[in-house]
Structures are given as structure tokens and as C-alpha cells.
């Protein structure tokens, strides 16, 4: 699928892994459950990276407990909502792009897995405040990505034709979605993700792979 500049109207972006940096954020908190709670060793934050675009069940099975889920789930949550944001969340050049954008007039808009009340609270608690036209959180649309039925439910608040659409995620739930949806995908490459190495050659041939935003004058010459 060819992207073809200045027929992009909107953008659509994962919010972790891709407009923040949150990996650090989830090992801390991972992390202090599995010592104080379960007495097991900490784990690395490359296996936090792997998991966190699937959601909060999966994430707590891969690193805490296959066991006791929902507990261990809403604990999580708990000490998330009230875990201080933290200086650095927000991935360096992502403002200066989203002014960029905005001075643009593309709409911006965020699609996670994460609920909406860490959702809202981050948003909330940074710059992105001033640049989100809306965010999708799967909770709050009862359908979580890669489900095509997500993106059906946000393209029709949005109004806007998905040829008119660019996603930007970092993971392969990201892609997957994008691919059930037939929607423009540029992957935010995230150095802590193994992606396979089929998927990454295809992406790097359609040159649709990201490794910063910091470089403005790139990204509007490669995708606007």
C-alpha cells in the first residue's frame, strides 16, 4: 500500500511503546508485585516491551502469574493510577511532531489497549493534552486490537476515510491491526521488541519503518 504525500488527513497512534516511553513505568511496578507479593525475581524490561501492546491479562500472565489474574490485574492497575508521572514519559521529539502536525490541520488521535483511566491520566498529565483531538481505549469500545471491529467503531466517530489514515505503533498487535483493517502502517521501530524478521524486511522494502520523530523534516517528506 503506497503512502502518498499530503493526502493524509489524520493520524492515528499507539500510545505505549510509541508516544511514550511507559516500558519503565509497568518493570517498576511488575516488578514490586513479583518481590513483595510472590517473592520472585525481578524481571527484564525487554520482556515487559514484548507483552505490553496485548493488554493488562496477558501482560500479567507473561510476568507475574498465570494464576489469580484479575487480583494480581487490578492490583496493578491500583498502584499504575497512582504511580507519579514520571519526567521523560512522553518519547523525545513527539511534541515537535505533533505541533508540526497540528499546524497542519491533521487530526490526531490515539488507539490503545490500556484503559481509559490511565489513558486519560497520562494524556492528561502531559503535553500530549494539547495536541490529542481524541483517544480509542479498548475498554471503553468493548474490542481491543488486532480486532478490525475496533478500528470500525473509531472510523465512524471520525468521519474521515481510511485512505486518508496512517497508523503509527510500535508492535505487532499495531500491524496486525492495521492489516485486519487495511489501514496505512508505519511501525515505530521500539529497540526492545523482537519483531520477526519476515515482517521487519517487508516494512524496511515499503519503507514504512520509524526509528525516531525527532527529525521533523524527514517524517513530513517521507509521509505527508
Do not use: W
Not at 33 to 56: C, E, H, M, P
Not at 96 to 118: A, G, R, V
Amino acid at each position: 500500500m503506497i503512502i502518498k504525500r499530503k493526502s493524509i488527513k489524520a493520524i492515528i497512534f499507539d500510545l505505549d511503546g510509541t508516544l511514550i516511553d511507559s516500558d519503565k513505568d509497568i518493570l517498576k511496578i511488575i516488578n514490586f508485585i513479583r518481590f513483595n507479593y510472590l517473592n520472585k525475581k525481578k524481571v527484564q524490561i525487554n520482556k515487559i516491551a514484548n507483552y505490553t501492546a496485548k493488554g493488562g491479562n496477558d501482560l500479567i500472565k507473561k510476568t507475574i502469574s498465570k494464576n489469580k489474574t484479575k487480583i494480581y490485574l487490578n492490583l496493578f492497575r491500583d498502584l499504575y493510577k497512582n504511580q507519579k508521572i514520571r519526567k521523560g514519559l512522553v518519547q523525545p521529539g513527539v511534541i515537535k511532531f505533533l505541533k508540526f502536525l497540528k499546524s497542519k490541520n491533521i487530526k490526531i488521535y490515539i488507539c490503545t489497549n490500556k484503559p481509559k483511566f490511565l489513558t486519560s491520566k497520562i494524556i492528561n498529565s502531559t503535553k500530549l493534552v494539547k495536541y490529542i483531538s481524541k483517544y480509542f481505549c479498548s475498554d471503553e469500545y468493548f474490542y481491543k486490537k488486532p480486532d478490525k471491529r475496533f478500528f470500525l467503531k473509531i472510523i465512524k466517530l471520525i468521519k474521515i476515510h481510511k485512505n486518508k489514515i496512517l497508523y503509527i505503533g510500535d508492535s505487532l498487535i499495531d500491524y496486525e491491526f492495521c492489516k485486519n483493517s487495511l489501514l496505512k502502517f508505519v511501525l515505530f521501530k521500539n529497540k526492545r521488541v523482537n519483531y520477526p524478521k519476515k515482517i521487519l524486511l517487508e516494512l524496511y522494502k515499503s519503507n514504512k519503518i520509524l526509528c525516531t520523530f525527532e527529525n521533523v523534516t524527514l517524517l513530513r517528506k517521507k509521509f505527508l
